[in-house]
C-alpha cells in the first residue's frame, strides 16, 4: 500500500477509535456487552478483511501497515477483536478459502478465542491446515488479565477446509498472532506514557508537580526508552514478514514479541509506580491499558518461548552463520 493510501486508512482508523472507544466502552466489554455498533463501522470500512486479497474482497494490505494499523489499536486498548479477526480471514484467504461476513474467530492452537461466543464462523489453524467451522464453534471459557470474554473452541465438521502456501510455515497462526500483539503493546505503551507524564505534571507533592523531581523524571525517561523500543521492534517485525513472508520473519517476529514483552513488563512497572495507588482504582483508566499489556504480553508465546526459539535456530545454524544472518536480514538474504 502506498505511504499517502496507509495514512488515509490510519487517519480514518484513528478517527473511528477516538469517536467511539474509551474507558467506558472497554469497561463495557469487560462486562460482557459486544461493541456492536463500533464492530459495524469498523465493517463498513473494510478493516476485517483488509489483509484478504483483492481479487477475494479485501484491501489486500501488506503485514508493515496491519502492525500500523494494530498499534492504532493499541493505543486505545480497542475492545474490538478487529486483530484476530484480520488474521483469521487472512490465513483462510491464503488458504484458498473465501472469508465469510461478520466477525470471524481465531483458534490457534488450544488458545482461547477472544469473543468466540459472537463469531459469525470459528477460522481454526492447526500447522498448515486451515479449517472454518460454521459459527460460533466455542464454549464459553475464563476471561484473563484483560477481562474480555474469551472462549474455548469447540469445532465441529469444517465446512471448508485448506492447506497455507510455504510461505507462512507451519505457525502462520502464532506469528500472525505475536505480531499482532507486539504492535499492540507497542501502541498501547505510548499510550500510558503520555498518560503518567500528564499525570506527573499535573499531581502535586510539597507544593510541586511530581514530574519536577529528578527521580520521577528518571522513571518516565526510562518508559520513553521501553515505548521506542518497543514502535521499532514492531515495525520491523511488520516489514520483514512483508519482505520474507510470515515464515521467513521468524526471527523479527520473535524478537519483537520478546523485546516488546520486556517493555510490557517495565513500562507497566512503572506508570504504575508514577501513579501510585489511584492507577489500581475502578475510576482510573491506566489498569485497564496495563491488564491488556499483561494479557497480549503472555498471548501467542510470552518471551520466554520466542527466546527460546530464537536460541535453538541459532544454535542449529551454528556459529559462523550468525553474524551473516543478522546483517543479511533487511536484503532478503538471511533465512531464519
Known amino acids: 500500500m502506498s505511504d499517502d493510501l496507509r495514512a488515509i486508512l490510519l487517519d480514518?482508523?484513528?478517527?473511528?477509535?477516538?469517536?467511539?472507544?474509551?474507558?467506558?466502552?472497554?469497561?463495557?466489554?469487560?462486562?460482557?456487552?459486544?461493541?456492536?455498533?463500533?464492530?459495524?463501522?469498523?465493517?463498513?470500512?473494510?478493516?476485517?478483511?483488509?489483509?484478504?486479497?483483492?481479487?477475494?474482497?479485501?484491501?489486500?494490505?501488506?503485514?508493515?501497515?496491519?502492525?500500523?494499523?494494530w498499534q492504532?489499536?493499541?493505543?486505545?486498548?480497542?475492545?474490538?477483536p478487529l486483530g484476530e479477526g484480520m488474521i483469521a480471514a487472512a490465513l483462510l484467504a491464503a488458504a484458498g478459502v473465501a472469508p465469510r461476513a461478520g466477525y470471524l474467530g481465531l483458534a490457534v492452537d488450544t488458545a482461547p478465542v477472544v469473543w468466540g461466543r459472537r463469531a459469525a464462523a470459528l477460522v481454526q489453524v492447526m500447522g498448515e491446515t486451515v479449517a472454518l467451522q460454521p459459527g460460533p464453534a466455542t464454549?464459553?471459557?475464563?476471561?484473563?488479565?484483560?477481562?474480555?470474554?474469551?472462549?474455548?473452541?469447540?469445532?465441529?465438521?469444517?465446512?471448508?477446509?485448506?492447506?497455507?502456501?510455504?510461505?507462512?510455515?507451519?505457525?502462520?497462526?502464532?506469528?500472525?498472532?505475536?505480531?499482532?500483539?507486539?504492535?499492540?503493546i507497542a501502541g498501547a505503551?505510548?499510550?500510558?506514557?503520555?498518560?503518567?507524564?500528564?499525570?506527573?505534571?499535573?499531581?502535586?507533592?510539597?507544593?510541586?508537580?511530581?514530574?519536577?523531581?529528578?527521580?520521577?523524571?528518571?522513571?518516565l525517561a526510562r518508559c520513553a526508552g521501553e515505548v521506542a523500543v518497543a514502535g521499532v521492534a514492531a515495525g520491523q517485525a511488520g516489514r520483514a514478514a512483508d519482505r520474507h513472508g510470515l515464515a521467513g520473519a521468524t526471527f523479527e517476529i520473535a524478537s519483537a514479541k520478546v523485546v516488546c514483552g520486556e517493555a510490557a513488563h517495565a513500562g507497566a512497572e512503572i506508570v504504575h509506580q508514577v501513579h501510585a495507588a489511584i492507577g489500581f482504582t475502578d475510576d482510573h483508566a491506566?489498569?485497564?491499558?496495563?491488564?491488556?499489556?499483561?494479557e497480549w504480553r503472555d498471548g501467542f508465546g510470552a518471551e520466554r518461548v520466542w527466546a527460546r526459539?530464537?536460541?535453538?535456530?541459532?544454535?542449529?545454524?551454528?556459529?559462523?552463520?550468525?553474524?551473516?544472518?543478522?546483517?543479511?536480514?533487511?536484503?532478503?538474504?538471511?533465512?531464519q
Open 309 to 335: 526459539r530464537i536460541g535453538e535456530a541459532a544454535l542449529a545454524r551454528g556459529g559462523a552463520a550468525l553474524w551473516p544472518d543478522l546483517i543479511t536480514r533487511d536484503h532478503g538474504e538471511g533465512e
Open 286 to 294: 491506566l489498569h485497564l491499558f496495563t491488564r491488556r499489556l499483561w
Open 139 to 184: 464454549r464459553q471459557g475464563r476471561a484473563g488479565f484483560a477481562r474480555e470474554p474469551a472462549d474455548a473452541a469447540a469445532p465441529g465438521v469444517p465446512v471448508a477446509e485448506g492447506r497455507l502456501p510455504p510461505a507462512y510455515g507451519p505457525e502462520a497462526g502464532m506469528l500472525a498472532g505475536a505480531l499482532l500483539n507486539a504492535a499492540r
Open 12 to 69: 480514518q482508523v484513528e478517527k473511528l477509535l477516538s469517536d467511539a472507544a474509551g474507558p467506558d466502552l472497554l469497561r463495557a466489554n469487560e462486562r460482557g456487552e459486544w461493541p456492536a455498533a463500533l464492530w459495524e463501522e469498523a465493517e463498513a470500512l473494510g478493516l476485517p478483511l483488509a489483509l484478504v486479497p483483492e481479487a477475494m474482497g479485501g484491501a489486500g494490505l501488506g503485514w508493515g501497515d496491519a502492525a500500523a494499523l
Open 189 to 219: 505503551l505510548e499510550t500510558v506514557l503520555a498518560m503518567t507524564v500528564d499525570y506527573a505534571n499535573t499531581r502535586k507533592q510539597f507544593g510541586r508537580p511530581i514530574g519536577g523531581f529528578q527521580a520521577v523524571q528518571q522513571l
Open 72 to 80: 492504532l489499536l493499541g493505543r486505545h486498548a480497542s475492545p474490538l
